[in-house]
Every structure is written in C-alpha cells, then in structure tokens.
C-alpha cells in the first residue's frame, strides 16, 4: 500500500501562484502514474495534471500552460504541482493520486489540499 502526503495548500490572490507538493511512501516503487485531481463544491473531481514513470505528463484543458507538474530532482517519490495564473475557477480540494503497476493493488489517495482563489 502506499501512503500519499499533500502540503501547500493556501489562499492566493487571482493571477498569483502557488506549488502543491505530494510526497508517497511506503511501496512507492508501486507507482505507475501519480495525478493530482480538484473537486470543487457541487463538483465531480477531475483530473488536472498526470506524470507517469517515464515523465511524461497529462494537463486537463482548463489547466494547460498555466498549472506544471514534475517530479523532485532530489526524491523520486515527490511531485509538485506548480500552479500559475491562478484563477477563481481553479479553487478547490486538490488531492494526489498515485496508480499502481499492479491490476490487484488499490490506488492510493491523499487527504486533500484546500486551494482558495480570491482578492
């Protein structure tokens, strides 16, 4: 099982930036693909950003070229969502997932980071 740990969560003005960080552990070396997915209230949750083992990644339409997500050069087991131009819109519970290799182990989720866009 893997365990999945969100920080930089906050409020921040329209138009500014903010990084979301997810840290997994446990049978991290599991992971095929981590994501991270908003649910905002009377919303499903969606998809906003995706890297798998090879990098490459997968932005949701509303997000790409504003929102980055990479891995830490320094722990594989880490990736950041770095999120630019932020937008009301863009306010919501973000949460880190983590797909495993293997069809018999569950996903993992994280407990949820609150984004607030607002002046």
């Known amino acids: 099982q893997v365990q999945l740990v969100e920080s930089g969560g906050g409020l921040v003005q329209p138009g500014g930036s903010l990084t979301l960080s997810c840290t997994a552990s446990?049978?991290?070396?599991?992971?095929?693909?981590m994501a991270w997915y908003r649910e905002a209230p009377g919303k499903g949750r969606e998809l906003v950003a995706s890297?798998?083992?090879?990098?490459?990644?997968?932005y949701a339409d509303s997000v790409n070229g504003r929102f980055a997500i990479s891995r830490d050069n320094n722990a594989a087991n880490t990736v950041h969502l770095q999120m630019n131009n932020l937008k009301p819109e863009d306010g919501a519970t973000y949460y880190c997932h983590a797909e495993s290799l293997w069809p018999d182990e569950p996903d993992s989720w994280g407990q949820g980071a609150q984004v607030t866009v607002s002046s």
């Open positions: 890297i798998n083992r090879a990098d490459i990644t997968n």
């Open positions: 446990g049978n991290f070396f599991h992971i095929n693909v």
